[in-house]
Structures are given as C-alpha cells and as structure tokens.
C-alpha cells in the first residue's frame, strides 16, 4: 500500500512560480513511477510530468519549459516546480504512483495509488 500527499498548492498571479511536493509512504517508493495529473474546472484529469525511477522524465507539451519534475528518494518525495504559470494551469493537482518496475505513461488508469490533491489557482 502507498500513501501520497500533496502540499505546496496556493493562489498566485499569472507569471509567478510555485513549487508542489508529493511525499510517499509504503514500500518500494525508488522502484516505482510517480506522475503529477491536473484536473481543471470541467476539463478531464490529464498528465503534465511523470518520472521513472531513475529520474528520467517527461511532461506535457502545454507545461514543457515551465515545469520540471523531480525526486528525492532518500527523502520519499516528488517535486513539481512551475514557472511562469498561466490561468490555464489553474486545477487541483494530484500526484499519483504505479506499481514497482513500471514505466512511466501519460494514462490515469495506469496509476494505482492517488493523492487528495492541492488546489492551484492562477489569476490574470
């Protein structure tokens, strides 16, 4: 079993900067995939980054250049830093973790464990 919570959300102003954590507990976290997913009001869930367990990453193509994606297994915690943010990254941002020795994917279902999520709200 893995817990995930998430903290760092917050209310900025279009072009500022936030950074979210999503700290894990439960077993095997450095064998397994961990993927950071918005939902903004109406829209569906969808990716913006996910990491393997060696570091390697990728995001969305409406956040690459503004958000990284990193983590600290020593610490059982994902990062997600956005920059330059815009109204449209405005959601609740969910972190969310695979099974061990997965790869990482852009497709919810493949996820098993999901936090609660934290609020982001960017305003013009």
């Known amino acids: 079993q893995v817990q995930l919570v998430e903290s760092g959300g917050g209310s900025v102003q279009a072009g500022d900067s936030l950074n979210l954590s999503c700290a894990a507990s439960?077993?095997?976290?450095?064998?397994?995939?961990i993927g950071w997913f918005r939902q903004a009001p109406g829209k569906e869930r969808e990716l913006v980054a996910a990491?393997?367990?060696?570091?390697?990453?990728f995001s969305s193509e409406a956040v690459k250049g503004r958000f990284a994606i990193s983590r600290d297994n020593a610490k059982n915690t994902v990062y997600l830093h956005m920059a330059n943010l815009a109204p449209e990254d405005t959601g609740v941002y969910y972190c969310?973790?695979?099974?061990?020795?997965?790869?990482?994917?852009?497709?919810?279902?493949?996820?098993?464990?999901w936090g609660q999520g934290t609020q982001v709200t960017v305003s013009s």
């Open positions: 969310a973790a695979r099974k061990p020795f997965s790869i990482p994917t852009s497709t919810e279902a493949d996820y098993d464990y």
């Open positions: 439960g077993r095997i976290f450095s064998s397994r995939v």
């Open positions: 990491i393997s367990t060696s570091g390697n990453s």
